[in-house]
């Protein structure tokens, strides 16, 4: 028994690294749009052009947003694999619907990038988060890096097959429009919409292998669970009793009176210790989270807390996280969309920066799973990570304009520093939904934290265009670097040990 419930649990685990395969969609994009912009510019010009091309990246994490909010309801009705399998239906269906959409007016494309490629991204991100922290809650660090550190490596694959496929003569872009640079050649963009069905048909056979290895992890079973509900609805007293009655059972009959004494009886029953806490609290003030398993009259019961998304509101934690995720977003969106095309102005060679491209995801993931580790180890806390990622991402944006004027090796550096500093975005977030927040309101947290996603979605486009066009690719960077600083901040202001009782 034991044997099968860890052979579920390694396959589990291994099996949430695929189903984040469309996770690699915001690894490619800085390179796949390159090739995209010039087919709506030149392949079905003049009737494509009618938005934006950064409003689908911009669309695409906007979508993610409401995908976090519909994985509780949808869990409940068909299951964690099965709202996963509606998830990986709804972002392949977009992505091969992109393959059509790129003939079309852009705006067709950012609808469905946003209506059904982000959300199911959305879905599936707090899906594998749920699949390996159930499992290995107490690696839940490492795990949550490694496992969104998966679609970034798969990417580096992605970004040397959509290059090799699209440009494998490795011609330069011929056409300069405003700031921005194109390509124009045929031979390149009639390849443009079988790179989009290529990508999807990867990231769909990946997510069929996981959802044939994951298993949903234990859960306690329907009598022993006492979650946030069942604690509102039973006072202390009831709870007393409820104990006292399951004690009855076993072969230890010492009265259990004294609730928080933490006796123990002879079959293992342990009992929650509230007695330092005031009835409020126990009751009101938090939403305890109960992990029980019950076998026959065995229970057992363990002391964490978690918060309902109303309190997790007033934490100025939040309000920190948060901050240092707009932040980062932005920077990650505008290395998303700008580290090729603007390089290309002053870098002739389009493999070289994919090159660069496929290794920032290899970086990416390095430094995921080496913090993550460094925070599993309590060597550091959430804090420390948001100000080490801020103040990179502050410094490097300063630069970034600088950067690829003067060298090539350097602009790779400074992209692959921004790599670094951007990936904490994945370890802080999640990490903070579990540790700071609990685990019985996980989906929703983490949905609140990374609302961020939302705000950065729609401000980036907003502010990049106007300041791209006006003033000019140095004062685009300059933004980021501006943003980050705000954020460190707030952040370092921040006591990340307040309690949400104190509020």
């Known amino acids: 028994m034991a044997m099968t419930k860890n052979l579920k649990k390694y396959c589990s685990i291994v099996g949430a690294h695929f189903i984040l395969s469309p996770f690699s969609f915001m690894w490619i994009y800085g390179n796949l749009s390159t090739y995209t912009d010039s087919y709506f510019r030149f392949a079905c010009y003049p009737k494509c052009w009618d938005w934006d091309p950064q409003w689908l990246l911009?669309?695409?994490?906007?979508?993610?947003?409401?995908?976090?909010?519909?994985?509780?309801?949808?869990?409940?009705?068909?299951?964690?694999?099965?709202?996963?399998?509606?998830?990986?239906?709804?972002?392949?269906?977009?992505?091969?619907?992109?393959?059509?959409?790129?003939?079309?007016?852009?705006?067709?494309?950012?609808?469905?990038?946003?209506?059904?490629?982000?959300?199911?991204?959305?879905?599936?991100?707090?899906?594998?988060?749920?699949?390996?922290?159930?499992?290995?809650?107490?690696k839940a660090a490492v795990l949550v890096a490694s496992t969104s550190g998966a679609a970034t490596l798969l990417s580096v694959v992605q970004n040397q097959i959509i290059t090799a496929f699209v440009n494998p003569n490795n011609l330069k872009p011929d056409a300069n429009i405003g700031p921005k640079t194109y390509f124009s050649q045929r031979e390149i963009l009639d390849h443009v919409?079988?790179?989009?069905?290529?990508?999807?048909?990867?990231?769909?056979?990946?997510?069929?292998?996981?959802?044939?290895?994951?298993?949903?992890?234990?859960?306690?079973?329907?009598?022993?669970?006492?979650?946030?509900?069942?604690?509102?609805?039973?006072?202390?007293?009831?709870?007393?009793?409820?104990?006292?009655?399951?004690?009855?059972?076993?072969?230890?009959?010492?009265?259990?009176?004294?609730?928080?004494?933490?006796?123990?009886?002879?079959?293992?029953?342990?009992?929650l210790d509230l007695s330092h806490r005031s009835r409020d609290d126990r009751v009101g003030g938090f939403n305890i989270e109960t992990v029980e398993e019950m076998e026959g009259t065995n229970l057992r019961t363990d002391n964490i807390y978690s918060y309902t998304p109303k309190e997790v509101l007033r934490s100025p934690v939040f309000y920190a996280v948060c901050f240092f995720g707009i932040a980062i977003e932005y920077g990650l969106l505008l290395k998303a969309n700008f580290y090729k095309k603007f390089a290309l102005l002053y870098i002739h060679n389009d493999k070289y920066l994919t090159l660069v491209g496929t290794l920032v995801p290899?970086?990416?993931?390095?430094?995921?799973?080496?913090?993550?580790?460094?925070?599993?180890?309590?060597?550091?806390?959430?804090?420390?990570?948001?100000?080490?990622?801020?103040?990179?991402?502050?410094?490097?944006?300063?630069?970034?304009?600088?950067?690829?004027?003067?060298?090539?090796?350097?602009?790779?550096?400074?992209?692959?520093?921004?790599?670094?500093?951007?990936?904490?975005?994945?370890?802080?977030?999640?990490?903070?939904?579990?540790?700071?927040?609990?685990?019985?309101?996980?989906?929703?947290?983490?949905?609140?934290?990374?609302?961020?996603?939302?705000?950065?979605?729609?401000?980036?486009?907003?502010?990049?265009?106007?300041?791209?066009?006006?003033?000019?690719?140095?004062?685009?960077?300059?933004?980021?670097?501006?943003?980050?600083l705000l954020a460190l901040c707030y952040v370092t202001l921040t006591n990340f040990n307040t309690s949400l009782t104190s509020l």
């Not at 269906?93 to 982000?118: C, D, R």
């Not at 669970?225 to 202390?236: F, G, Q």
């Open 58 to 138: 911009s669309l695409y994490t906007a979508g993610m947003f409401p995908g976090y909010f519909m994985v509780k309801p949808l869990e409940k009705i068909f299951g964690l694999r099965g709202t996963g399998i509606i998830a990986m239906v709804m972002f392949n269906a977009a992505m091969f619907g992109s393959a059509w959409s790129q003939q079309v007016p852009i705006a067709w494309t950012a609808v469905i990038y946003g209506a059904l490629l982000g959300t199911g991204a959305g879905i599936t991100s707090s899906l594998a988060i749920l699949f390996v922290s159930g499992w290995a809650p107490e």
């Open 193 to 271: 919409p079988s790179v989009l069905i290529i990508h999807g048909a990867i990231t769909m056979g990946l997510q069929l292998i996981g959802y044939l290895l994951i298993s949903n992890p234990p859960k306690p079973s329907h009598e022993a669970r006492a979650d946030t509900a069942v604690l509102e609805k039973h006072s202390a007293d009831k709870l007393e009793e409820w104990a006292a009655n399951s004690s009855s059972h076993t072969k230890n009959d010492q009265s259990m009176k004294d609730y928080g004494s933490n006796s123990r009886s002879s079959k293992g029953i342990d009992t």
């Open 362 to 484: 290899i970086i990416s993931t390095g430094s995921r799973i080496f913090f993550g580790t460094l925070m599993d180890k309590s060597l550091l806390c959430l804090k420390d990570l948001a100000i080490i990622g801020l103040s990179l991402n502050c410094v490097l944006c300063a630069f970034w304009y600088i950067s690829a004027r003067v060298n090539a090796i350097l602009y790779m550096f400074l992209v692959l520093g921004l790599a670094a500093a951007q990936s904490l975005m994945y370890v802080v977030a999640p990490t903070a939904a579990l540790r700071l927040f609990g685990p019985v309101h996980l989906s929703t947290n983490f949905g609140l934290l990374d609302s961020c996603t939302l705000f950065c979605s729609i401000l980036s486009p907003v502010v990049t265009s106007p300041f791209l066009h006006t003033f000019g690719w140095p004062w685009v960077f300059i933004t980021g670097s501006v943003c980050s």
